[in-house]
């Protein structure tokens, strides 16, 4: 299983920024796809997860109504697009799938992609 993770990078504070993640090995439109990120100093947490099943959606109240998680089933790809960024925003943003939404918020057995950095400035 591979999940790659690319679109980070610098940006001002109140831009804008997507994300990608393209899963292969396994059966993508049967897996949760989630984003997770870890900020300077901090722990890995939570952002967004999406369901496979009905396409529900879950954010960490620090990003509610700024940060819409999507998937293209055809392409095998999730996005994170991201608005009204904030300085505390700046993190590795990591991918992960799991075979369900509560097996993702156990965080355990999951597979997790290698991490893009966000930047944002003030």
Do not use: H
Not at 55 to 74: E, H, L, P, W
């Amino acid at each position: 299983v591979q999940l790659q993770a690319s679109g980070g990078g610098l940006v001002q504070a109140g831009g804008s920024m997507r994300l990608s993640c393209v899963a292969s090995g396994l059966p993508f439109s049967s897996y949760a796809m989630g984003w997770f990120r870890r900020a300077p100093g901090k722990e890995r947490e939570f952002v967004a997860a999406i369901r496979w099943s009905d396409d529900n959606t879950y954010y960490a109240d620090s990003v509610k109504g700024r940060f819409t998680i999507s998937r293209d089933n055809a392409k095998n790809t999730v996005y994170l697009q991201m608005n009204s960024l904030k300085p505390e925003d700046t993190a590795v943003y990591y991918c992960a799938a799991a075979i369900s939404i509560a097996t993702m918020f156990r965080n355990s057995n999951m597979y997790w992609g290698q991490g893009t950095l966000v930047t944002v400035s003030s």
